[in-house]
């Protein structure tokens, strides 16, 4: 089965092979596919940046809405760019019983499956470092990457599937407010805390007051275990805080939404061949629902730069309607045809990914080296990052569509 970054495909039924003989690949999830197609053109497509558009037309609501959702919020909340990273993770989750049940068909034991898990874990984790340190003088270790957060919980989220679902559920339980109770009892930042130590205005709009402090930018439980953990590592100067406020424990709530993943993907596979749209469906608004409960109470804000557990709660509803939506499209009402392009990055993710991130320069010199700027300035000046950022996304499109061609998937 083709696969990519430890997501292999997910396939809509569970084959049971009744000879020793190899049985038919099973149907891909085309659902899931365009799903994973439409996180990784998210992350890609910030190279069309809309916020430089935004600034060249400052009346224009549709750019101004366009470029929200192509940047981060600052802090608590979600745009449609904070969907990327959890989408991903949730994915990896919700292939996994279909990677379990491939290589177990094929009579592969649980210590070799074992053995490939770590592997793939390692391999992500140094991916991770090897991109983040593409621009730097020497190894840049950080652990708060999408590719880092995943390998870090990809193994627990291995033995975890082998566990009854109420074991899994559980899990998720144990994770989020286990992750929540420790930063809870972690001393908030009083009233003398020095913010510019951290990186932080002292007058920054987006902290919280009350108990929902414990969770603000670079004063938290995560930011001191950075402190002490990535000073343990060579670089190139002493870390003192992310700018972003991103952090390396975050890759425990994200486990949480690996394994949201997994309960879709077991879903998937004991409903065939039925499509449990409505489950998603509620999956999404339970998830949701209960996130800003938390989030309006002051117990626990929805914060994707340090996935705090109602984050986990909230990004996985979203994940799940999405994933509904796919479905019910594509599975359910059988529209297929439009997802093609989508399917085409989705079924190969993480060449999509080193693209993005290694590629960029060199496509976009060379539209200019051979092409021009002008040609980019055909709709006016202001439009010209975004006439670039088509081209270039349509150089990585045509690239991936090649590789879909000739059956070339980069997996892990």
């Known amino acids: 089965m083709h696969g990519t970054i430890a997501i292999e495909s997910a396939t809509v039924k569970n084959p049971q092979p009744t000879r020793q003989t ?19 053109l998210l992350m890609m497509g910030e190279i069309m940046q809309f916020a430089r558009v935004a600034q060249a037309f400052p009346g224009s609501l549709f750019w101004r809405i366009l470029a929200f959702n192509q940047t981060h919020v600052e802090w608590a909340g979600m745009g449609l760019h904070d969907t990327i990273q959890p989408g991903f993770s949730f994915l990896v989750g919700v292939a996994l019983p279909y990677s379990i049940a491939s290589r177990t068909s094929k009579g592969q034991s649980f210590q070799r499956q074992l ?14 470092f090897f991109l983040r340190s593409t621009q730097s003088t020497q190894t840049y270790f950080t652990f708060e990457d999408t590719l880092t957060q995943i390998g870090l919980g ?11 679902p109420r074991w899994q559920w559980t899990a998720i339980g144990v994770i989020l407010f286990g992750y929540w109770l420790a930063w809870a009892l972690y001393p908030a930042p009083g009233a003398n805390f020095d913010w510019a130590a951290v990186g932080v205005p002292a007058n920054w709009p987006y902290n919280f007051s009350g108990f929902a402090s414990h969770w ?9 275990f950075d402190v002490w953990f990535l000073n343990l590592l060579p670089r190139a100067s002493r870390f003192a805080y992310n700018e972003g406020g991103y952090l ?3 890759f425990i709530p994200t486990l949480g939404t690996l394994l ?11 409903a065939a061949p039925r499509i449990p749209v409505k489950r998603f469906a509620i999956a999404a608004v339970v998830l949701a629902a209960a996130a800003v409960l938390l989030h309006v109470t002051g117990i626990c804000p929805i914060v994707k730069r340090i996935w705090t557990p109602s984050w986990t709660l909230f990004s996985g509803g979203v994940c799940f309607a999405f994933l509904a939506a796919f479905s019910w499209i594509i599975d359910v009402k059988g529209y297929r045809r439009w997802a093609f392009p989508l399917m085409v990055v989705g079924m190969n993710s993480i060449a999509a990914y080193l693209i993005a991130h290694l590629w960029e320069d060199f496509i976009v010199e060379s539209l200019h080296i051979h092409l021009g700027h002008s040609v980019f300035r055909v709709f006016g000046a202001g439009l010209e ?12 499109w045509l690239i991936l569509y090649w590789m879909y061609r000739r059956k070339l998937f980069l997996r892990i």
């Open 385 to 396: 990052p975004l006439m670039l950022g088509i081209a270039v996304m349509l150089t990585y």
């Open 260 to 270: 949201l993943g997994l309960r879709a993907g077991e879903w998937f596979r004991s």
């Open 115 to 128: 053995a490939h898990t770590v592997w793939r874990s390692l391999v992500l984790i140094f991916l991770g």
């Open 154 to 164: 990809y193994t627990f989220a291995f033995l975890l599937a082998h566990c009854r």
């Open 216 to 224: 603000n930018k670079n004063s938290n439980l995560g930011q001191a």
């Open 248 to 250: 390396t424990l975050s």
């Open 22 to 40: 190899a049985s038919p690949a099973p149907p891909r999830n085309i659902a899931v596919d365009a799903y994973r197609g439409l996180v990784m």
